[in-house]
């Protein structure tokens, strides 16, 4: 049974192919030889047997006594492991894996070695190829000064540092590592949980990027692109990050200046665009003016023509008038007492057609002369002004005009104004002053941007809706025949003269309830600043 174990054992042995496995001898020579052995270093069975286990080690090593050495720990701790190089019998070398058992007897002596070798050539060039390209990406790493590329571990204190980190952010290896990356970071962005929220962010989604403030060593802020990539384990656990930071202060100042000089040039262009217009526009405003200069002066003449038409027509209407009327104020005279009846009548009648035509004919002279004044602005104490016309109209006893104490004094002509006045009151008189004993005309005032506006008002009967347009056209008149004689042409004078001043007219009036007329007459105002209304 015992030679069968062995036998099988033997054919396992020799059946493996991937490790050499064969026996040494208390001296340390081949006394057995498997095809892996064979395979693994290129001896035949008869070529190797008997020979030293030393052939398999470099001249080195032999020199050193390792091969000796390991027998030695071999035999008096039962077994050991080496790596370390070995040669073939073509002298190329492999790296391996030597595995020593001692083999003792029943009695403890000891009568010899097995020894199993694997060849972890090809296992070493690809650890050494990876040894190789970490220590060069750690190079690389390292070398970067563009970038600061550093590790944190999973609760964000750094665990690397390159020079690339030491050139931006200003620590040394020595003084950063082992601290919390929340040390690059703005004091706002600590208080409102921004380092953490992006550890957060990374580890939820596996990258997080952003731009932003941050600090320097010397308290110095740098605008940074900043991106954090999570680390995970083959497990899928986490086990840090790693943290790359661009400074990118340059290019956003660059950035800005490029907006700034857009803005520029946009402002320039909207600024060259707007003193071409201006350009335009002066020059459209020059040659309106040459148009309005021309309108003037054509104006001018046209003025001339009318007051001389004007002037003409009244002197051939009015000299005929005056004939009719000397004549029935002659007939009247000489014969006095004798004319009755019917006779006096009609020359009472012709005398009132005579006084209406000579009125008409004084209004059309006012209406084409409205609003042209001969003499320069003076100023003008609108209180005595008003009290002078006033007293040239002299209302009745029954008829009331009140003014306030404290009226204004303006720059303007005095003649336009005292024929607006002269107009409204004498309207306010001749109309209140026929329907109604007691009459009551009342004069106000109060400034506005650019001048003042005044308001004329009585109790008298007031006017119609209806009517209130048609009051400003010339021969309209609202006066009854039986009542009182009026032209049409007195309102009219007034909104042409206010009009061409600059100013407004209006009216509010209702029947029963009195008319109050205001016009806003532009000037530069002097001596009362009180604003009244009477």
Not at 130 to 138: I, P
Not at 253 to 277: D, M
Request: overall charge negative; hydrophobic content about 40%.
């Amino acid at each position: 049974m015992e030679e069968d174990f062995t036998s099988l054992c033997r054919r396992m042995i020799e059946s493996v192919v991937d490790y050499g496995i064969y026996a040494l001898d208390q001296t340390g020579h081949v006394a057995s030889w498997n095809p892996g052995a064979q395979r693994v270093q290129g001896y035949e069975a008869e070529a190797v047997i008997g020979r030293h286990v030393s052939s398999f080690y470099p001249e080195a090593e032999v020199q050193a006594g390792r091969p000796q050495r390991n027998l030695e720990l071999a035999a008096r701790e039962g077994h050991i492991e080496d790596e370390g190089w070995r040669v073939r019998s073509d002298g190329s070398h492999f790296w391996a894996n030597v595995s020593i058992s001692a083999m003792r007897d029943e009695q403890g002596e000891l009568t010899g070695f097995t020894k199993v070798t694997r060849d972890l050539s090809e296992r070493r060039s690809v650890e050494e190829a990876l040894r190789r390209s970490e220590e060069r990406f750690r190079l690389l790493v390292q070398s970067v000064m563009d970038y600061a590329i550093l590790m944190l571990d999973t609760e964000g204190r750094v665990t690397s540092w390159n020079e690339g980190a030491q050139r931006i952010k200003g620590y040394s290896a020595d003084e950063i590592i082992g601290r919390s990356f929340t040390t690059f970071y703005p004091r706002e962005a600590i208080a409102a949980g921004f380092p953490q929220y992006e550890l957060e962010v990374a580890s939820r989604e596996g990258r997080f990027e952003d731009e932003g403030w941050r600090v320097r060593k010397d308290g110095s802020r740098f605008w940074a692109n900043v991106v954090i990539t999570a680390l995970r384990s083959g497990a899928g656990e986490p086990i840090g990050f790693v943290k790359v930071t661009r400074d990118l202060t340059a290019r956003r100042a660059a950035e800005e200046q490029a907006q700034r000089l857009a803005a520029e040039q946009a402002a320039h262009a909207e600024a060259t665009r707007r003193s071409e217009e201006l350009e335009a526009a002066l020059r459209a405003a020059q040659e309106a003016r040459a148009e309005a200069e021309r309108a003037v002066a054509a104006m001018t003449v046209a003025y001339r023509e009318l007051d001389q038409f004007a002037y003409v027509a009244s002197h051939d209407l009015k000299a005929p008038l005056r004939g009719i009327g000397n004549l029935a104020q002659w007939i009247q005279e000489d014969l006095g007492e004798r004319i009755e009846g019917e006779t006096a009548e009609h020359l009472r009648m012709l005398q009132g057609r005579v006084n209406r035509m000579n009125a008409l004919i004084e209004g059309i002279l006012a209406y084409s002369r409205a609003g042209r004044a001969a003499d320069p602005p003076e100023w003008v104490d609108t209180g005595l002004l008003v009290r002078e016309v006033v007293e040239l109209i002299a209302p009745p006893p029954e008829v009331q005009v009140k003014l306030p104490e404290d009226m204004p004094t303006l720059e303007t002509e005095r003649v336009l104004l005292e024929q607006v006045f002269m107009n409204l009151l004498g309207n306010a008189v001749k109309y209140g002053g026929a329907t109604r004993p007691d009459v009551e005309i009342r004069i106000g005032w109060h400034r506005t941007d650019g001048g003042i506006q005044f308001t004329v008002s009585d109790n008298g009967p007031g006017i119609a809706a209806e009517y209130q347009d048609r009051i400003w056209g010339i021969f309209q008149t609202l006066a009854r025949r039986d009542q009182v004689e009026g032209t049409g042409i007195g309102l009219s004078v007034v909104k042409k003269i206010v009009e061409r001043r600059g100013g407004r007219i209006s009216l509010e009036s209702a029947p029963g309830q009195g008319a109050t007329f205001l016009f806003t007459w532009p000037g530069q105002v002097s001596g009362s600043s009180r604003e009244a209304t009477a």
